[in-house]
């Protein structure tokens, strides 16, 4: 396990309209430290929000920063993309944009919603002590991973991809957004961009389960569109997909 696989990062429940404050500022060409002003100003309004208040701001500021304002080097190109899409997007294209560019910053959160989904596909409903426990298994059992995990769950309920069962019991939305095209192919990059460079057989990718939250109308031969996704066939009705070496934030390191 590498060090960045030990790496939380995401300990803020966030809500979809933080995100869309912050990818149409970055969308409207709003350095780093201007688009920190706005998201304080912003959060400071909300004095109604306890969670938001204080010494929590820059907390929650900094994750969001490194989902649309302050990417790691390696996806810069992947962010300045998912943003030139944001403001011709509907409110569900913008919530595959989220997903996707948070899936890619944050190897954690991808880490639940692979959890998260797997299970959804065995079962009804997915309770916060089963996801703890999986995730447990990797980040370790310690008070900072049960805490973080709430926070993701939180979220995740908050963009409304998953519901409320009954204390502590999360089902899936009623409705999977569709998405088609560049949305599509952001979030299949976005999965490729945490399999450490490897490639994957086309059907597992369709199927993913860090993409539980989304309906994906997508061929396979309009992954290779945008010039990131290399699609190879081998043997006999095996078609793999991987990022293509050399290709704009093509890769990341772990």
Not at 5 to 27: M, P
Not at 159 to 166: K, T
Not at 209 to 220: E, H, N, R, T
């Amino acid at each position: 396990m590498s060090r960045r696989d030990k790496w939380i990062g995401f300990d803020r429940r966030l809500e979809l309209s933080w995100l869309d404050l912050a990818a149409s500022k970055v969308a409207a060409g709003a350095s780093p430290d201007e688009l920190r002003d706005d998201l304080l100003s912003f959060l400071q309004s909300l004095s109604n929000d306890p969670a938001e208040s204080g010494s929590a701001r820059p907390k929650t500021i900094r994750v969001i920063l490194r989902i649309w304002g302050s990417p790691e080097a390696e996806l810069e190109g992947f962010n300045a993309s998912c943003a030139e899409l944001f403001p011709s997007s509907d409110a569900d294209a913008r919530l595959a944009l989220h997903w996707a560019m948070t899936l890619a910053a944050y190897p954690y959160f991808h880490a639940h919603a692979h959890i998260i989904g797997r299970m959804l596909a065995l079962q009804d409903t997915v309770s916060a002590a089963q996801i703890r426990r999986r995730i447990a298994e990797k980040w370790g059992d310690r008070s900072t991973v049960h805490r973080t995990s709430r926070h993701v769950v939180r979220t995740m309920v908050a963009w409304g991809v998953l519901s409320e069962a009954g204390k502590g019991e999360y089902r899936p939305a009623p409705r999977r957004p569709l998405i088609a095209g560049d949305g599509a192919r952001n979030l299949f990059h976005a999965v490729l961009l945490n399999t450490r460079g490897k490639a994957v057989p086309w059907e597992q990718l369709l199927k993913h389960p860090a993409l539980f939250p989304f309906d994906i109308q997508l061929g396979v031969r309009e992954l290779e569109r945008g010039g990131e996704i290399a699609v190879a066939q081998e043997g006999v009705g095996t078609v793999m997909v991987g990022l293509r070496t050399g290709a704009p934030y093509a890769s990341r390191s772990c």
